[in-house]
């Protein structure tokens, strides 16, 4: 076996190669070692935790409920012809605000004018039937007062009289219906409100008291249409009426409260039994049309006799499996979890209905650090330093 030999030209750069790759060597050596951190100083675990509290103050309030409701207009009408014929023109803005009285079609008059004209002139003929048979009656009259004339044919002129008024009569109530037909050509709103799309063309034909020309929607007052299960009325001890409401409040959905208070305009005097609830609607002014038909909004109820209730901060309420708890801090200063029953918000606070005691000290913050029988140090709002 023959020795492995280079040419002499080729030792340097091996020897170069041999070198370079040691330096890569040393330098992945001191990288690795330089990327050990020290160990960071362990924090004690029976150190207090700075937490701040409030304490628990009862309050009276009234029971609130709070709801999702749906808004509607208060009158919702189906505008249609009174007679039939081609709708010529539309009077009116689709969309746009009408008041009551206004035009909003033109059907064809010319066919009930025509028909207004000949009632005239039937009502014309028997007026002058009336005179001639009002002149026999009284020619008829003096001859019998004279002898001259048998009493059964003044009876037949007083006969002719009467049906010759009644005649009358009813060529009257025809021209007055020839009138009102013509009228009728122009359809006009019954009531203020927001004017619907149209639902026919200029030129269709349509049908008296069938065709659905278009609808109209009073925006003021507003209704808001919702209801309570029979588990949230007995909170209030009794069903919803407009006696013992005290207060409706209406929560638009950009979670901002609704300047106007509301009233409750029905209540159904039963329980739903397919739904197991009662049917409620509230009326709100809406003058300036902030709330449109057909809204999801929420709607807040106070009633029933006042109560005491205690009011923290929404981030002091948490949440386990087993439902809604709160941190208190006792006579220790030891951190203990406490379930409580909440109510409704106002504001950014929540209603706690039980669960919690006159003078129960309330941890506000620093909740996520804290554990059940952790030791903290507890302060008022009132000492804690600004924040810069």
Known sequence: MSDLTFPPRTM??????????????VSAHVLACGRTAPPAPSVPADQPLMVTIMNAKPISLPVSLETIAQTEGAKEIEIRPRVGGILLKRLYVEGAAVKAGDPLFLIDPEPFQHALAE???????????VVRAKTEENRQRQLLAKNFVSQSAYDQAKADLAIAEAALQA??????????NLSYTTVTAPVSGITGRSSFSEGTLVSANASLLTSLIQLSPIWVRFSFSDNELAQL??????????RVSLI??????????????????????ALGTQQLRATFENTDQRILPGQFVRIRVTAGKPRNVYVIPQVAVMTSDFGRFVYLVDENNTAIQRPVTVGNWIGTDWIILNGLNPGDRV??????????RKAVEPQSPATLLPVP
């Not at 941890?363 to 059940?372: E, G, H, M, R, W």
């Open 12 to 25: 340097p750069a091996l020897q170069s190669a041999i070198r370079f790759l040691g330096y890569i060597l």
């Open 119 to 129: 009632a005239k002139a039937q009502f014309q003929e028997h007026t002058a039937r």
């Open 237 to 246: 001890g009794e069903h919803l009426n407009e006696k013992n409401v005290h």
């Open 252 to 273: 638009l959905p950009d979670a901002s409260e609704y300047q106007q208070e509301g009233k409750i305009n029905f209540a159904a005097s039963a329980i739903d039994p």
């Open 363 to 372: 941890v506000i913050d620093n909740l996520i650090k804290l554990t059940p």
């Open 171 to 180: 060529a009257k109530a025809r021209v007055r219906q020839a009138e009102l």
